[in-house]
């Protein structure tokens, strides 16, 4: 880790647009230590063989067909910044379109000093990630990423086996895995909200009814993924959720300001406000009818059916 080399690179920042991207991805590396990723034999077969056990127990419980993405990853914190960067190059793009600016070159570096913050904590936190790869272009393949060094780090600092945890986490990835494998228009869906409600906004307008479709239609990835991982995982969990929400909860200030800026705070409410519906959905239908939600987009719960599972229920019935 260069800190110092990190300011360095932000405040060379150039280039025509108003990110210098290939310096974000250097200096967030230059502040984010890299971690190991030298595993035992073992431990690569730990990381195989749950992935192997989620896809078996999240396609008997969920009664959805789906396959594993291509690309399964174990990542260290630097690889996973370099894998995202191109991701919030590719959200960003249509907003850099349209950005005029008085100062340009201030700007420049203060955006990328801005993003450089937020993908280096990013990176220091991320345990695994299933990345749907959005907008991106060409034949692009969905991927899975674990960040060994990261839930090496969090399973200690909650006094958790790290095995166990690994397997926890690796079921939650699993489960997204299952959603957009059940349902291939998931990720036009949502990329056509993401370029609708962006490229509002780099007009200097704020498309509400997009956003709202965007918050609804990930309140349903998030919760539809803790209810399948809750009912599908082998083992015992109760203690895992607790310690992290702890953890969570007892973060200071900076981190808790970090989460907001991120919307983690809003992540952490879709997560809640998902599994209520579904777990309400499901006590009345099962887990296939749960899954009801995946045949199309028009079976996707609005943000209304959301807080009132009844209602959807009557729609799609």
């Known amino acids: 880790m260069n800190p110092l080399r990190s300011l360095h690179t932000i405040s060379r920042a150039s280039g025509d647009g108003p990110v ?4 974000v991805g ?55 910044i370099d894998a995202n960067v191109s991701t919030f190059r590719r959200v960003m793009a249509p907003v850099e379109a349209h950005t005029d600016v008085v100062f340009p070159d201030v700007s420049r570096v203060l955006n990328t000093g801005s ?63 299952a959603e957009f494998g059940a349902a291939p228009w ?15 906004l780099a007009n200097g307008s704020f498309d509400r009814e997009a956003f709202r479709e965007l918050d609804a239609a990930m309140t349903a990835v998030e919760g539809y993924a803790e209810l399948i991982m809750d009912r599908a995982f082998d083992d015992e969990y109760a203690d895992l959720r607790e310690k992290v929400d702890q953890r969570r ?17 809003l992540k952490r409410r ?4 998902g599994k209520a519906f579904f777990e309400t959905v499901a006590d009345a239908r099962g ?6 939600v995946w045949e199309s987009p028009e079976t996707l719960p609005t943000s209304e059916e959301l807080d009132d599972p009844a209602e959807w229920l009557a729609r799609v019935d």
């Open 26 to 80: 250097a200096a967030a590396k230059d502040a984010t230590t890299p971690g190991s990723v030298e595993l035992s034999e073992a431990e690569i077969e730990g990381y195989r063989g749950d992935v192997r056990a989620a896809r078996r127990s999240i396609r008997e419980v969920a009664a959805v067909s789906f396959d594993l993405p291509e690309t399964v990853e174990i990542q260290n914190r630097h690889h996973w």
């Open 270 to 273: 879709q997560y809640e406000r």
């Open 20 to 23: 210098d991207w290939t310096a």
């Open 115 to 177: 993003t450089t913050l937020m993908l280096s904590f990013l990176g220091r936190n991320v345990l695994g990630q299933y990345d749907p790869l959005l907008l991106a272009e060409g034949d692009a393949k969905h991927a899975l990423y674990f960040v060994h060094p990261n839930i090496r780090r969090v399973a200690a600092e909650l006094d958790v086996d790290e095995e166990r945890f690994r397997r926890w986490i690796a079921f939650h990835e699993v489960a997204h895995a």
């Open 186 to 200: 998931l990720s036009n869906y949502l990329e056509s909200g993401m370029e609708r409600g962006v490229e509002a």
């Open 249 to 265: 909860r007892g973060r200071g200030p900076l981190a808790r300001l970090m989460r907001r800026l991120l919307g983690l705070g």
């Open 287 to 292: 887990i296939e009818g749960a899954s009801v």
